[in-house]
Nanobody, 114 residues
């Protein structure tokens, strides 16, 4: 299983970004997909997940601002991030849960700064 995240960058506070993660080597449609992030000097933390049945859950910090979605035809999971804040600055990682194992992508940097 391989995951490739993209879409990070530098954005001003209040702006938006859309992250995407493409998966290969897995059935995908049955997998649980999630996004996590790690800010400098902090532990990696959960941001959002989406199940094979399209059930979603978000960290409190992401609720109302971020939206996770999946496209099983393209084997991608996206994270739409709106109303970004400086505290959202982090490396964002996608994770795929497949048959009891977790697979991580390499991460994409998101920097929110004026």
């Amino acid at each position: 299983v391989q995951l490739q995240a993209s879409g990070g960058g530098l954005v001003q506070p209040g702006g938006f970004l859309r992250l995407s993660c493409a998966a290969s080597g897995t059935s995908f449609s049955r997998d649980i997909l999630s996004w996590h992030r790690q800010a400098p000097g902090k532990q990696r933390e959960f941001v959002a997940f989406i199940t094979s049945g399209y059930i979603t859950n978000y960290a409190e910090s992401a609720k109302g601002r971020f939206t996770i979605s999946r496209d099983n035809a393209k084997n991608t999971v996206d994270l739409q991030m709106n109303s970004l804040k400086p505290e959202d600055t982090a490396v964002y990682y996608c994770k795929l849960g497949h048959l009891g194992r977790d697979y991580w992508g390499h991460g994409t940097q998101v920097t929110v700064s004026s």
